[in-house]
């Protein structure tokens, strides 16, 4: 079955090279378009797509609100930020709202295909490592680390996962840590992703900056 996709900027030349790329891909189908938050999230309820690509700055309604409605909603899309990263300070409110991870705009096709298929897949992240350090340099739009209760439901081998997947390793790279195997590392994150009630490792990644289970320039 074919990933279907929506594509969200309010320039439409930016909307048809996207359609461009995505439409040139096996498996994946574009279908629906908009130019404004408000005529997403229209777009959406009416096609149920898969995955959204949401620009953040956009006339109407902007494309965090317009994502916040939509993740909202019940059996949500998952959305894929795109931004120019180095002018848009919203960003990490975005991941924070819930968005499955960030793409940016100047992003090569082959990169945009690969962020699509990992996102769907449920992995979340195009690079968990560079959306880490992304968030580490955010740090300072969210507020004052506060433990968390829910952190009392996690194993102690489940907090460290936690902590090794907030600091941008991949489950590969978490199983070499911990000397096991990259199914049980699969297991164990699907674990901690339940008992927190979060969406997907993106949302892991915020939560575990804002309850203090790791800090901006933390040692990997």
């Known amino acids: 079955m074919d990933i279907r996709i929506v594509i969200v900027d309010d320039q439409a030349m930016v909307r048809a090279g996207l359609r461009m790329v995505v439409e040139s891909e096996p498996g994946m189908e574009v279908v629906g ?9 229209a777009v959406v309820r009416r096609t149920s797509p898969d995955i959204v690509l949401m620009d953040i700055s956009m006339p109407r309604l902007d494309g965090l609100s317009a994502a916040r409605e939509m993740l909202d909603a019940p059996s949500p899309p998952k959305v894929i930020t795109l931004t120019t990263f180095d002018s848009d300070e919203n960003l990490y409110g975005a991941l924070r709202a819930g968005t499955s991870g960030f793409l940016l705009k100047v992003s090569p096709p082959e990169q945009l295909i690969e ?106």
């Open 115 to 220: 962020a699509i298929r990992v996102v769907h897949s449920g992995d979340a992240l195009l690079d968990p490592a560079v959306t880490s350090r992304v968030i580490a340099s955010f740090a300072g739009w969210a507020a004052d680390p506060s433990p968390s209760p829910r952190l009392d439901d996690l194993t102690p081998r489940e907090l460290e996962v936690l902590g090794l997947l907030a600091r941008g390793l991949t489950n590969a790279e978490i199983a070499g840590r911990l000397y096991v195997g990259e199914a049980t590392v699969k297991t164990h994150v699907a674990r901690v992703l339940m008992k927190l009630g979060l969406r997907d490792r993106a949302q892991a990644v915020v939560f575990a900056y804002e309850s203090g289970v790791v800090r901006p320039g933390a040692a990997a």
């Open 33 to 41: 378009e908009a130019a404004d938050g408000r005529d997403a999230i």
